[in-house]
């Protein structure tokens, strides 16, 4: 609770943690508080325990990826509406994974494999 002082200390050592001001009256620059860094605080002030068992299931717990051939299962079974007309809104397939994996995946290398990580996958 935060009565108790715990929240307040999980936030003082979020911000710690990527480098921000953390005392009670420090002032954060505008310029220094970037998206990476709030996106960091956010995850650990905000833990998405359900989105980690979604991404467990998908890649069936083995891997900290979901390769492309994955991806295109899950959305296409999961997530896409069957009553939706395949001409005007087709199946996932790989090209367009791929366009997905390439816009919200950060790692290099997981690109090259044709996968997308848990942080890829949140964003």
């Not at 609770?1 to 954060?28: C, H, R, W």
């Not at 998405?48 to 068992?53: L, S, T, V």
């Not at 395949?86 to 996968?115: C, F, G, T």
């Given at each position: 609770?935060?009565?108790?002082g715990?929240t307040?200390?999980?936030v003082?050592?979020a911000?710690?943690?990527?480098?921000l001001?953390n005392?009670?009256?420090?002032?954060?620059?505008?310029?220094?508080f970037?998206?990476?860094?709030?996106?960091?605080?956010?995850?650990?002030?905000?833990?998405?325990?359900?989105?980690?068992?979604?991404?467990?299931?998908?890649?069936?717990?083995?891997k900290?990826m979901i390769e492309?051939?994955?991806l295109?299962d899950?959305?296409?079974?999961?997530?896409?509406?069957?009553r939706?007309?395949?001409?005007?809104?087709?199946h996932?397939?790989?090209?367009?994974?791929?366009?997905?994996?390439?816009?919200?995946?950060?790692?290099?290398?997981?690109?090259?494999?044709?996968?997308?990580?848990?942080e890829?996958?949140?964003?």
């Amino acid at each position: 609770t935060f009565a108790s002082g715990k929240t307040e200390k999980m936030v003082y050592q979020a911000l710690a943690d990527v480098g921000l001001p953390n005392g009670k009256s420090d002032l954060i620059e505008i310029e220094t508080f970037t998206f990476d860094k709030f996106y960091k605080i956010y995850q650990t002030i905000c833990p998405r325990n359900d989105i980690d068992e979604l991404f467990r299931s998908i890649n069936g717990g083995q891997k900290d990826m979901i390769e492309c051939a994955k991806l295109v299962d899950f959305l296409n079974d999961k997530q896409r509406d069957p009553r939706l007309n395949e001409i005007l809104y087709p199946h996932y397939n790989e090209a367009r994974v791929m366009e997905i994996v390439n816009k919200y995946e950060s790692n290099p290398e997981l690109i090259s494999k044709k996968a997308i990580g848990k942080e890829g996958f949140t964003r």
